[in-house]
């Protein structure tokens, strides 16, 4: 049984710097890939960062966040940067298959957490 939980998400003001936090039981990352995926309200759910050989950004983050994992801990992180009021949004965690040239598709992973909120202003 995968489980996933993101913690981390609250919120900060524009320019702020947060770590997101997604601990994993039941899944190891030489399995897959894992990813950050964010939603805000009334929009789709999209890509945010990836890491599976190499790690892929949205361009909309690039130079802000840095995702990165801790194999011994099975778990994964998102470091955020200058923080923009656009960045608002429910941040979620994913594992699976998804393989480089799909590593920002949602439908590519298996595995989901719940979502951590993180609400800049």
């Known amino acids: 049984h995968v489980q996933l939980v993101e913690s981390g998400g609250e919120s900060v003001q524009a320019g702020g710097s947060l770590r997101l936090s997604c601990d994993t039981s039941?899944?190891?990352?030489?399995?897959?890939?894992a990813a950050w995926f964010r939603q805000a309200p009334g929009k789709e759910r999209e890509g945010v960062a990836s890491?599976?050989?190499?790690?892929v950004y949205a361009d909309s983050v690039k130079g802000r966040f840095t995702i990165s994992q801790n194999t011994a801990k099975n778990t994964l992180y998102l470091q955020m940067n200058s923080l923009k009021p656009e960045d608002t949004g429910t941040y979620y965690c994913?594992?699976?298959?998804?393989?480089?040239?799909?590593?920002?598709?949602?439908?590519?992973?298996?595995?989901w957490g719940q979502g951590t909120q993180v609400t800049v202003s």
């Open positions: 890491i599976c050989s190499i790690a």
């Open positions: 039941g899944y190891t990352f030489s399995r897959g890939c």
């Open positions: 994913a594992a699976g298959p998804a393989g480089p040239s799909r590593a920002l598709v949602s439908s590519a992973y298996d595995y």
